[in-house]
């Protein structure tokens, strides 16, 4: 239990960026270790510029110091040079806070924002000196846990993770830390780990996946059932219902060196709702559950004050559409304290007008590019992704942000969603070249960037029946855009690979059997699988080969109604035959409006939690909820129209 | 009133390089409320220069920085001495400013200013004696000659002149240490360098750069800190702040 630090230092003089391992952030805690204490090791398994910022992480790691009964270390994936050296000189995984062993932590938790990650969470258990099979453990291993929203489809690593958490982390890690405490006191004896295991998956928001049994029929999967009477059949998220009452982090880190996301972050609510159908975050972090005005403010403050950072970011999923979001950001831009140097970032910005003009007054500071997420090409593509919002108000917010100024705009599109024509992936061409035609009204130099994704459906969401388009498929619809793009002048066009869309699509929407095709992959190399210079999608392809599974059965194939998903013992409160109907709702091509301001679909988010979306403000956001083209002038008095829905009887409950 | 402070970089934050210890001065000055002063133009900058780049890894008793503080929005009775206290416990554990003096608005900048530095660098790969021998062998030779790069150029170099002296001394940790004084005008001869000249499978463990130096007008060496009354208002050099 001592510093690994004297044989770590000499081995960083010899790697890329060395400063990725060695703490010493502002804001970093002084865990002090202890026999009675649980200890956790935090680990982001990806480079520590891109774990560092997460909030996730920062939030647990203050929770779980504050503690008594607990000690939180963090750690991120070893860049591959130092990896070599690790392995080399026999040197396992380590905090980053006291350079102590991963192995000599109880729990080894990881944060999973994403699935192309999968292999290097096998690689870090793997350096910590730990079996990479969850079955292979003993009682001296530490339990290894997981959370973040890739848990919404556990099932891919269920071999590999001892446990998961759904949802919200804040409230479930005391009891986590509790049951741990117990098993540690009792000292941990031969055969206790499946004990400590059992009583970890009667908490609420804890899945166990060894305490399960999967049984096939055929290819299909027939049933995921629990194996003891005691264990859930099925696991309902963690949602806390007030955001005011978790102002963290109170200590945001201050990385010294150069980290994405490198600025204040303040989360200012939690939850969307407004129903688009690509949108995994979307659907299982309802409600909404915004934080009070005035705690933002207090935040943003003593945030600045403390870290002098110099840009603070209101994020959330969709940030203007925070109640009240005008006279927060103007409360900081008119803060004297911040003298006019600050810079305010919405990440996620709504598509109109009036959000421009918010955007334009915290950009007094720094006028960079402004990022707007239409989505889908044309307006019938959009109603069935329901991201409700028209020409005009794009083209509405474009001529704002180019007559304030702004000289780059970029705009994300998906391409391979569901019903989509070549008419569909065309309009993307279009629209960028019209957005470039309103922008040569006040400039000539106007850049109109259209980044270009394919679409992965992804579990508990309305499009968790749809299958994937091919990688060929995709890359035949971005030529598409491109050649209808190569002679704008003004349209730059950037996509990402359709290669690694398939691989994130294998794991996206994986069952049990997948955990092999990633170790199978890990085991040949493929590490850091989301950094375009170790993507391999040939690993991929050889391990579903080598393993007998088909790409085709798992990634493109449409799933049916009737069919058992292998996340169906999984819940983030939304029913069924809600995401079915709204599905089929996305087929007909309806959308379906922000249910913040319309009544209630009964999606289950709310009912069946016995909570509610929680605003700072009674008065919906001016300017209407993203081009739905509902006047909500009136503070939701004027009636609703509600698009027709299938289900009987869905709009008015 | 332009400001020049000496900072140490010790322990583990000298794995930080050259530009993020820029990123964390800036914040430091932000913390500290300190007003800078601004460049005028399109996307103003704070006028902070430091002096040369200190390789990543490296540890140091004599980094440098300039600053300019806005002497519009200087609360009345600043004084520069404060500086210190104010700002070491706002920056990394490991950086500490250790003095503080006024500046002559028209001097030169620090890297123009700087003509060699002085090092320690603790080795591994040879005895002491073996490193003796190597240092004397490199200091007799006529010419020694590597390939260095630059800016994805590479070009064969003759360091000899740069190696202004070179000595072994006390061990550093149980390792063979080696102290120089490395030019840095007209172009700088790095530590790593100069190992690579002395050949025979030398290889660093710990680099410490202890000195900067400027040439003064009668040819001596002499710290970048106007101590001397004829060149800069006299204000002391502070003992380090820890």
């Not at chain 1, 079955?135 to 959370?147: S, V, Y």
């Not at chain 1, 999923?317 to 409360?331: E, H, P």
Request: charged share 25%; glycine share 8%; proline share 7%.
């Amino acid at each position: 239990m001592t510093s690994l630090w004297p044989r770590i230092e000499p081995l960083l003089a010899k790697v890329q960026k060395p400063a990725r391992y060695i703490g010493c952030e502002d804001g970093a805690q002084q865990p002090v270790h202890a026999p009675h204490k649980v200890a956790w090791l935090l680990v982001y398994p990806d480079a520590y510029e891109i774990g560092l910022p997460n909030q996730g992480l920062q939030i647990l790691y203050e929770l779980l110091n504050e503690r008594d009964d607990a000690v939180a270390e963090r750690s991120y994936a070893p860049w591959t040079d130092l990896e070599a050296l690790l392995r080399s000189r026999g040197v396992p995984l380590f905090s980053v806070d006291t350079h102590r062993a991963a192995g000599d932590f109880d729990l080894i938790a990881f944060n999973l924002s994403a699935e192309l990650v999968y292999t290097n969470l096998l690689n870090c258990i793997d350096l910590a000196g730990t079996p990479v099979r969850a079955a292979d453990r003993g009682p001296e291993h530490p339990l290894i846990a997981a959370g973040g929203h890739c848990t919404f489809n556990p099932e891919p690593l269920a071999d590999f993770v001892d446990l998961f958490v759904i949802g919200d982390g804040e409230e479930v890690i005391a009891e986590i830390t509790e049951v741990v405490g117990d098993w540690k006191r009792s000292g941990r004896t031969p055969g206790s780990r499946q004990g400590v295991l059992r009583e970890l998956s009667k908490v609420p928001g804890v899945y166990v996946p060894s305490m399960y049994e999967v049984d096939y029929d055929g290819a299909r999967l027939a049933s995921i059932t629990p194996k003891y009477n005691d264990v859930p059949a099925r696991v309902e998220k963690r949602t806390i219902s007030d955001l005011g009452a978790w102002p963290y982090p109170k200590s945001q880190l201050v990385p010294v060196t150069e980290v994405v996301h490198d600025r204040l972050n303040v989360e200012i609510f939690r939850g969307c709702t407004r129903g688009c159908r690509f949108c995994q975050a979307g659907m299982i972090t309802r409600p909404v559950r915004e934080r009070p005005a005035a705690q933002v403010q207090q935040m943003v403050s003593d945030g600045l004050k403390r870290t002098g950072y110099d840009e603070v970011a209101l994020t959330s999923l969709s940030s203007a559409d925070y109640s009240g979001i005008d006279q927060v950001v103007g409360g900081i831009i008119n803060d004297p304290s911040c003298s006019g140097q600050v810079s305010v970032s919405l990440p996620s910005l709504r598509v109109d007008a009036y959000t421009v003009g918010i955007a334009s007054e915290i950009a007094k500071v720094r006028r960079t590019g402004l990022t707007f997420a239409p989505e889908g090409g044309t307006w019938r593509m959009r109603q069935v992704i329901s991201k409700l919002i028209r020409e005009e108000d794009l083209y509405g917010a474009v001529d704002s942000a180019f007559s304030q100024g702004w000289q780059r705009v970029k705009l994300y599109f998906l391409t391979g969603l569901p019903t989509e024509t070549d008419e569909d992936t065309l309009g993307i061409a279009e629209l960028a070249r019209q957005c470039v035609a309103v922008g040569r009204k006040h400039s000539n130099r106007v850049n109109v960037v259209a980044s270009v994704g394919g679409f992965v459906p992804k579990a508990q969401t309305p499009f968790q029946w749809f299958g994937q388009n091919t990688s060929a498929e995709l890359q035949r619809k971005i030529n598409l855009v491109r050649d209808a793009t190569r002679k704008e002048r003004g349209v730059s066009l950037k996509w990402h690979d359709p290669k690694a869309t398939m691989a994130e699509g294998i794991a996206s929407r994986g069952d049990r059997r997948i955990g092999a095709v990633i170790e199978d992959v890990w085991r040949h190399g493929g590490t850091f699988q989301e950094w375009s210079e170790f993507f391999d999608l040939g690993l991929w392809q050889d391990a579903m080969a080598r393993l007998g599974l088909s790409i085709d059965w798992y990634v493109h194939r449409h799933r049916e109604e009737d069919e058992v998903l292998p996340w169906d013992h999984i819940s983030a409160g939304l029913h069924k035959d809600f995401l079915w109907g709204d599905w089929q709702d996305a087929l007909a091509e309806a959308g379906t409006p922000d249910c913040r301001w319309t009544p209630c679909y009964d999606c289950g988010a709310c009912t069946g939690y016995g909570i509610e979306h929680r605003v700072a403000s009674a008065t919906p956001p001016a300017g209407g909820s993203q081009g739905t083209g509902q006047d909500l002038s009136n503070g939701g008095a004027v009636p609703v129209q509600l698009l027709p829905r299938p289900r009987a009887g869905a709009a008015s409950s | 009133m332009r400001v020049r402070m000496r900072f140490v970089k010790q322990g583990k934050i000298r794995f930080t390089s050259h530009r993020d210890v820029a990123r964390m001065w800036e914040r430091a000055f932000r913390r500290a409320e300190l007003p800078l002063a601004y460049s005028s133009g399109f996307s103003p900058r704070p006028k902070v220069s430091f002096g040369l780049a200190l390789p990543t890894g490296a540890e140091s008793d004599a980094e440098y920085l300039d600053i300019e503080l806005d002497p519009v929005r200087l609360a009345d009775g600043f004084d520069p001495l404060e500086l210190p206290a104010r700002l070491s416990p706002v920056l990394p554990v490991g950086i500490d400013v250790t003095a503080v003096a006024l500046v002559e608005a028209g001097a030169d900048s620090l890297q123009h200013q700087i003509t060699s530095c002085r090092w320690e660098l603790a080795v591994t790969g040879v005895t002491e004696d073996e490193l003796r021998n190597l240092v004397s062998e490199a200091l007799a030779a006529e010419a020694l000659v590597i390939p260095r790069e630059r800016k994805g150029q590479t070009s064969e170099d003759d360091v000899r002149p740069a190696i202004l002296s070179a000595a072994v001394i006390e061990p550093v940790d149980g390792y063979p240490t080696l102290a120089c004084v490395l030019a840095t005008q007209p172009r700088t001869l790095r530590p790593a360098e100069l190992l690579a000249a002395l050949a025979g499978g030398v290889e660093e463990v710990r680099v410490r750069r202890t000195h900067q130096w400027i040439t003064s007008r009668d040819g001596a060496p002499r710290e970048p800190l106007p101590v001397d009354a004829t060149n800069a208002p006299s204000v002391p050099t502070l003992e380090r702040v820890s």
